[in-house]
């Protein structure tokens, strides 16, 4: 009788492990690391990495503003206007400026509300969006990421750039 129960405990268990395993396999795993889910599936391999557009065309601010900007519904439209027009999710686009509103998109960036981050003085002295932002034109989905001071720290450092709290970030 504890024979029984032994293997039928058995088997009870290898059965939990083996979904479990497999779940997270097949589930989980995949879907490790990537961001928030947009409202439109955009593709930073397809249009930085295939197409070769160029990161400040799509986010114009960063050369003179705080925000990199999130490209407005007229920025996508300029050239699927043009290119796969008649895509549903081009079609979702369409709707948006139809109706005069903004893509939501979901935001995957942040650093902490007290940093006054500057994309235009990385850009000035040609620090390349991909030390930062990493290899996006390899990525369909970006990633969230939440900047942390060591990270900026540590990457002055390098540079021998300017460490100074005040002035760097917290002005």
């Not at 409202?39 to 960063?62: D, L, M, T, W």
């Amino acid at each position: 009788m504890f024979r029984n129960n032994t293997i039928i405990g058995l088997l009870t268990l290898i059965t939990i492990l083996s979904t479990a395993a497999f779940v997270y396999i097949f589930w989980v795993w995949p879907a490790r690391g990537l961001g928030p889910e947009q409202p439109i599936p955009f593709s930073h391999n397809v249009h930085s990495g295939v197409k070769q557009i160029q990161c400040q065309y799509c986010h114009p601010y960063v050369a003179y503003s705080n925000f990199p900007g999130i490209p407005p519904v007229e920025k996508c439209l300029h050239c699927h206007n043009y290119i796969i027009k008649k895509h549903p999710w081009i079609q979702k686009e369409h709707e948006y400026f139809n109706t005069q509103t903004s893509t939501p998109w979901v935001k995957v960036n942040y650093v902490a509300e007290h940093v006054l981050f500057n994309h235009q003085r990385h850009i000035n002295k040609k620090v390349a969006c991909r030390e930062c932002h990493g290899q996006v034109e390899n990525l369909h989905r970006l990633p969230h990421k939440e900047w942390r001071m060591g990270e900026c720290i540590e990457c002055h450092r390098q540079k021998n750039a300017n460490l100074d709290c005040w002035l760097a970030c917290h002005s």
